[in-house]
């Protein structure tokens, strides 16, 4: 019976640490792309300054 609450603490912990990664995995990427929209909205911001100046 031990051996039975054995493997199920290592699936539990398998599932844990594999959402935790993902989790990580998400949170870096949200990241990457935040900065990235930063970046093209001050492209855009630019681009729309200087088209003002023309006309």
């Known amino acids: 019976m031990d051996q039975n609450f054995w493997y199920l603490f290592s699936a539990y912990t398998l599932i844990w640490v594999g959402l935790f990664l993902y989790l990580f995995t ?26 003002e100046g023309r006309a």
């Open 26 to 51: 998400i949170a870096g990427r949200e990241k990457k792309l935040e900065a990235e929209i930063a970046e093209l909205k001050a492209a855009v911001e630019e681009l729309e300054s200087k088209e």
